[in-house]
C-alpha cells in the first residue's frame, strides 16, 4: 500500500427485523455508548433533521480516541453516510455508510461499509487499522442484531433517565467529587471498594466494587472521559448482570444557589437476565422499574454527597 492509498471493507449481515427498527437504532447516535462496545461517548456540536455533527470518544485497539465526525441521514432510502472531519494519525482520512436493505415483512440485510486512507505505507499501519474496522464492525452488527432480535420493541429494552439535584456547592466543588472516585469508599455509604487508574489525563479506567439494596455487591469497570469541570462520560465495560449496555452522563451548570447536577443514563436490558430475575410475564416492566429506582438512587446519593449533604432515600 502507498500513503493516500483508499482502502474499502464492506460488513454484512442479515436481521430478523424490520428495517426501520435497525434503522433508528443507527440514527440516534446518542444511544451508541449503551449498544456499541467501543462507543464511549458522543457529544453534539450541530444537528438538524438531516445533518449532525459530533464528536464521539471511542476505544480503538484497547486505547480512547476520540474524532469528529458528519453525517447525512436519509429515512426515506434507509441510508446513513458517515465520515470524519478530521482524522487522527495514522488515519489520513475515514468515512462510511450503513444501509438497510429489506428483505421481508421482518428481515434485514444490514451493510456497514468503510473507505479510509493512511497518512503511511506501512503495512503493519494498515493491517493494525484494518484489524479494528473489522473488529468493531463485526461487534457493532452483533450488537444491533442482539437487539433487534430480543424478541421486544427496541424502547422496552433500550432507555434513557436522568436526575438532577441542586446543590448549595459550586459546580467546581461538584465535578471535583464525582471525578475524584478513587475516594468514593470513604465518602458515599454504597461503594465498598474502588481502584482509579489515570494514564492519560481526563481519561479514567475505574473499578468499583458496589453495595446494592438487597445487601448483594456487584462489581463494575467503566471507562471514564472528564472534560475540564463540564461533563464526565462513563462506559461500563462490564456491566451488571441484568443489563447488556450502561452509560451515563453528569454535568454541571450554575444554579440558582449554587451547582445543578445532573447525571443521565442509558441502559441496555438483558432479557433473558430479566426472566430469571422477575419471571416471564412482567419481566421487562419490573427491571425498568428496578433499574430506574436503584441507579437513580445511587445516582442522587452520589450527588448530594457532593455537597456534604445527608440524605436518607426514600
Known amino acids: 500500500m502507498t500513503s493516500g492509498t483508499l482502502q474499502e471493507t464492506e460488513h454484512t449481515r442479515t436481521v430478523a427485523a424490520p428495517a426501520s427498527v435497525l434503522y433508528d437504532l443507527i440514527a440516534d447516535v446518542t444511544r451508541w455508548p449503551a449498544i456499541f462496545g467501543p462507543s464511549l461517548h458522543v457529544e453534539h456540536l450541530e444537528r438538524s433533521e438531516r445533518e449532525e455533527r459530533f464528536q464521539l470518544w471511542a476505544l480503538v485497539n484497547g486505547s480512547v480516541a476520540n474524532w469528529t465526525s458528519k453525517r447525512t441521514l436519509a429515512p426515506e432510502s434507509l441510508l446513513v453516510r458517515f465520515g470524519q472531519e478530521r482524522s487522527h494519525p495514522p488515519v489520513a482520512s475515514m468515512g462510511g455508510e450503513w444501509e438497510f436493505r429489506e428483505k421481508g415483512a421482518c428481515l434485514t440485510e444490514v451493510l456497514l461499509r468503510h473507505h479510509f486512507s493512511l497518512l503511511d505505507d506501512k503495512p503493519a499501519t494498515a493491517r493494525s487499522l484494518r484489524n479494528a474496522v473489522d473488529r468493531n464492525s463485526t461487534e457493532e452488527l452483533e450488537a444491533l442484531a442482539r437487539i433487534a432480535e430480543c424478541g ?29 472516585a478513587d475516594l468514593w469508599p470513604q465518602r458515599l455509604p454504597h461503594v465498598r471498594r474502588v481502584r482509579l487508574d489515570e494514564d492519560t489525563p481526563g481519561i479514567q479506567q475505574l473499578e468499583m466494587e458496589t453495595l446494592t439494596a438487597d445487601g448483594s455487591t456487584h462489581t463494575t469497570r467503566s471507562v471514564r472521559i472528564c472534560q475540564n469541570g463540564r461533563w464526565i462520560a462513563y462506559k461500563q465495560l462490564k456491566p451488571p448482570h441484568l443489563l447488556l ?9 450554575e444554579g440558582e444557589e449554587g451547582c ?12 433473558e437476565a430479566a426472566a430469571e430475575m422477575f419471571g416471564k410475564d412482567k419481566s421487562l416492566t419490573d427491571a425498568r422499574e428496578y433499574l430506574r429506582y436503584a441507579l437513580g438512587r445511587n445516582s442522587r446519593t452520589t450527588m448530594l454527597h457532593a455537597a456534604r449533604t445527608d440524605l436518607e432515600v426514600k
Open 245 to 253: 449496555g450502561h452509560s451515563g452522563l453528569w454535568t454541571f451548570h
Open 260 to 271: 445543578r447536577a445532573t447525571a443521565r443514563h442509558t441502559v441496555v436490558i438483558d432479557p
Open 152 to 180: 421486544h420493541p427496541a424502547d422496552e429494552v433500550l432507555f434513557s433517565f436522568t436526575d438532577t439535584v441542586e446543590l448549595p456547592c459550586g459546580t467546581e466543588t461538584a465535578y471535583d467529587f464525582i471525578n475524584e
